[in-house]
């Protein structure tokens, strides 16, 4: 009997407490479609004896029903392929997640799409990580599709990589191809953002270098996959040194207690240290650090604690204490960010969205999109807009001084998400790169209006005897649904050009020279006319 099983067997609490201390290790496994990475993780599960029977019998089951799989065989991908689609097509695509442990670590991993259409739930998966297996298929080397994941492991500053090269099976073990590999990954990587990368060549099919080492490969001395994730350093990945604590909830039960909750995103904070909250600049100590199990003496990432202070300073939900004499946050209504877009309507400059950072969540819009980066190439194209999983460097402006970090700093601080106001779902999301400057302030254009209320500026005249009465009507159905519009009574073409120029719908009951559209009010109806303004592009959602 081992000793973890008999220790299960003779303190269940003990055991219990003994896995609570185990260190935790985010993966992701990305890659090509059909380079193996569902394969990959049933392997790992199954080799490390991770798997219940009734799992296994379940897939063996499945293995003879969907015929992916000799005599005898199981099809090991299917216990992460839970999609039906998934099964059915013999790929990945959404993001599936596993848990398993050892006896030094507990594991989530994460296997993404492959395919390009879901590079966004590729971006998913992988900000919670800290590792990232890159699977390569021996027979095709470094494709595509692999530089796309590596960049964006790169840009979600994943610190820890491991590029398994699968299938050597299929290309006789051979170490001449291995290398060839691991070199053009090199050269492609030079310019990104990867400093931890090692290499292991696999057969995740036949379990070569997953659990246990190859005897086939035995010009490889490096360690098989599950070795190196129990024993790749992790612990000094987060950010002891800037001392962040985003207010999550403000909790007063009666009036002598008032505690601030929250998980500490990044630094160390201790009992009887001087904090300061942002953005109001108020400073106190810290009188206690309060958990169910009782005071602690420090706090540090990722524990959820409550801090009470010694002075009744207002602190409010999406505040940030921070530590004294610390790397000073960054406190501004503006800043610079890298984006990655993940909703089928494009995201367009002064488009009005909400942001969430870390706890604190305002409005805003993405003031400028500075270039749209090709993930394929890393090359940097001009945009005026991002369409679903593109990637772009852009500008953004929120209607409130926010608390951030620059990304690779702290990721709890320094990342947001981006919320479509009307939905209410997350359409993006973005990793703080720096500050603006105020030199990048450009007057509003036509576009930026026409982007703002989602119209294209046009004067409209409403005639017949209901001109009048339409026009107002019209007015209130337009701004209902979020459109800019205003009635102009009397004929001003001064002023109809001016009302076009603010970017707004003028209305006017009134035919002149300036008038772009004409509707008979005795004829259509108020949805008549709202229709055919959406027909005509003139008013878009």
Same mark, same amino acid.
């Given at each position: ?21 185990k260190?935790?290790?985010?993966f992701?496994?990305?890659?090509? %479609? ?17 798997? #219940? *029977?009734?799992q ?18 199981? &099809?090991? @991908? ?15 695509? &959404? %993001? +599936?997640?596993r ?10 991993i ?15 998966? +992988?900000?919670?990580? &800290?590792?990232a ?6 027979r ?21 990589i491991i590029?398994?090269v699968?299938?050597? $099976?299929?290309v006789?073990?051979? *170490?001449?191809?291995f290398?060839?590999?691991?070199q &053009? #990954?090199?050269d ?9 990368i ?10 070569d ?9 035995p010009? /490889? ?5 599950? *070795? ?8 000094? $990945?987060?950010? /002891?040194?800037?001392? !962040? /604590? ?12 008032r ?9 160390v ?52 204490? %921070?530590?004294?004499?610390? #790397? ?8 610079r960010?890298?984006? %990655?877009?993940?909703?089928e ?5 002064? !488009? =009005? ?47 409130a ?13 320094g ?13 993006g @999301?973005?990793?703080?790169t ?14 930026? !209006? ?10 409209i ?10 026009a #107002? =009507?019209l ?8 459109h800019?519009?205003?009635v ?9 050009? +001016?009302?076009?120029?603010a970017?707004?719908?003028c ?10 559209i004409? /509707? $008979?009010?005795?004829? =259509?109806s ?16």
């Amino acid at each position: 009997m081992s000793h973890q099983s008999e220790l299960i067997s003779t303190d269940i609490d003990a055991y219990l407490a003994q896995h609570e201390r185990k260190e935790m290790l985010r993966f992701l496994t990305c890659g090509n %479609v059909d380079d193996g990475k569902s394969t990959l993780i049933g392997r790992l599960l199954h080799d490390s004896k991770m798997i #219940y *029977e009734d799992q296994l019998a379940a897939v063996q089951a499945d293995s003879v029903k969907s015929g992916t799989t000799g005599a005898g065989k199981i &099809d090991l @991908a299917l216990l992460v392929d839970g999609l039906q689609a998934e099964r059915e097509q013999g790929i990945t695509i &959404d %993001v +599936a997640y596993r848990y398993f442990s050892t006896s030094t670590r507990k594991f989530i991993i994460a296997d993404t799409p492959g395919h390009e259409q879901y590079t966004r739930n590729m971006a998913t998966g +992988a900000s919670t990580c &800290d590792l990232a297996i890159i699977l390569i298929d021996a027979r095709y080397g470094v494709q595509t599709q692999t530089k796309r994941h590596s960049f964006i492991a790169s840009l979600l500053g994943i610190r820890h990589i491991i590029v398994a090269v699968n299938k050597m $099976d299929l290309v006789d073990y051979s *170490e001449g191809v291995f290398n060839k590999i691991k070199q &053009d #990954y090199l050269d492609f990587t030079s310019t990104l953002d990867l400093h931890d990368i090692s290499f292991i060549p696999l057969s995740a099919l036949d379990g070569d270098n997953v659990v246990n080492r190859s005897d086939n490969m035995p010009w /490889f001395t490096g360690l098989p996959l599950m *070795e190196a994730l129990n024993t790749v350093k992790i612990a000094n $990945d987060h950010n /002891f040194n800037d001392a !962040r /604590f985003p207010v999550q909830y403000v909790n007063r039960p009666n009036l002598d207690f008032r505690g601030f909750c929250g998980t500490v995103a990044s630094g160390v904070f201790r009992k009887g240290d001087v904090i300061t909250a942002l953005p109001s600049g108020k400073s106190s100590k810290i009188k206690s650090i309060v958990t169910f199990d009782g005071d602690l003496q420090e706090a540090f990432p990722p524990m959820a604690v409550t801090f009470t202070l010694e002075d009744e300073i207002d602190v409010s939900r999406g505040d940030m204490l %921070v530590g004294k004499d610390q #790397y000073a946050p960054v406190v501004s209504d503006k800043f610079r960010a890298s984006i %990655v877009w993940m909703a089928e309507k494009p995201l367009t400059p002064s !488009r =009005q969205y909400a942001i969430k950072l870390a706890t604190r969540k305002v409005y805003g819009s993405i003031s400028l999109i500075h270039h749209r980066i090709d993930v394929n190439t890393l090359e940097h194209h001009d945009a005026d807009e991002l369409k679903l999983n593109e990637i772009g460097s852009c500008t953004v402006s929120v209607t409130a001084p926010v608390v951030f970090d620059p990304y690779k700093n702290s990721k709890s601080t320094g990342s947001f998400i981006i919320i479509d106001r009307l939905t209410n779902g997350t359409v993006g @999301a973005g990793m703080i790169t720096g500050t603006t400057e105020d030199e990048e302030l450009s007057p509003v254009s036509v576009q930026d !209006r026409a982007a703002r209320f989602s119209q294209t500026a046009t004067a409209i005249a409403l005639l017949g005897a209901n001109g009048k009465t339409f026009a #107002y =009507q019209l007015e209130r159905k337009l701004f209902d649904n979020g459109h800019a519009a205003t009635v102009l009574e009397t004929t001003n073409t001064e002023l109809v050009t +001016a009302i076009k120029h603010a970017g707004l719908l003028c209305l006017c009951i009134e035919n002149n020279s300036s008038v772009d559209i004409v /509707f $008979d009010a005795d004829k =259509q109806s108020i949805d008549d006319i709202y229709g055919e303004l959406k027909n005509k592009k003139i008013i878009y959602s």
